[in-house]
């Protein structure tokens, strides 16, 4: 049972677009979310990361958009590039170091 | 530093053979993670210990799987006997609890192939 709910499975944009991924969670005890990318033949890489208290979060091109209430969050790529192609995971955990649920992953495709 | 470092990089055995991964976490880090990614489940946590200690082992799939963390350099991750499900990668992650950053640095995996 999959306690992060990713969407969607894949994406394809073309350059310069913004994909944006999903993601949703049940727990109310999470309270540390964070996004993960992931390159072919590489471990994850942690890209950024969010908590309940703050709404969006941005780093660079990347932006996460926290709603509470909702129990959702989502990754916003902006001006994306083709080497932003990748698998990105959500992901959630609950005041530990690091026990990290994730979510099922997004592969995100940028055209040239 | 050279960051996780994980060996063998692939593994190709066949079904009933033991296996054994190894994990050297980053210097200084006190928590080291044993996650499995496969296309059918995605990335799951097998286990994780925290200062050699094995905190959280309700991810490891079955008897057949254990863990060791005998000092805090060097962990193992053996399957015996392992059967064709078990192919997967799988990543050990390390993070330091005491930096309070919470971020898990990944090594770069252990591909295994059991036929």
């Known amino acids: 049972q999959q306690q992060v709910k990713q969407s969607p499975q894949s994406l394809i944009v073309q350059k310069g677009g913004i994909p944006i991924i999903n993601c949703a969670y049940e727990n109310t005890a999470f309270d540390y979310f964070p996004w993960y990318q992931q390159f072919p033949g590489k471990g994850p890489a942690l890209l950024i990361a969010i908590r309940p208290d703050v709404s969006e979060k941005k780093e660079g091109r990347f932006t996460i958009s926290f709603n509470k209430s909702a129990k959702q969050f989502s990754l916003h790529i902006m001006d994306s590039q083709p080497g932003d192609s990748a698998t990105y995971f959500c992901a959630a955990s609950i005041n530990s170091w690091g026990k990290l649920q994730f979510g099922a992953g997004t592969q995100v495709v940028v055209t040239p | 530093d050279a960051g996780v470092i994980q060996s063998p990089r692939h593994e190709v055995t066949e079904m009933g053979q033991e296996v054994t991964l190894r994990c050297k976490p980053i210097s200084g880090h006190d928590y080291l993670f044993w996650y499995r990614q496969t296309m059918m489940r995605g990335l799951e946590l097998l286990i994780y210990?925290?200062?050699?200690?094995?905190?959280?082992d309700s991810g490891m799939p079955e008897d057949r799987f254990s863990a060791k963390m005998p000092n805090a350099s060097f962990s193992t991750l053996k399957i015996q006997p392992s059967e064709p499900r078990d192919s997967a990668v799988y990543f050990c992650?390390?993070?330091?609890?005491?930096?309070?950053?919470?971020?898990?640095?990944f090594g770069p995996g252990t591909r295994l192939t059991v036929t």
């Open positions: 992650a390390s993070t330091s609890g005491l930096a309070g950053t919470y971020e898990q640095y």
């Open positions: 210990f925290n200062n050699n200690v094995p905190i959280d």
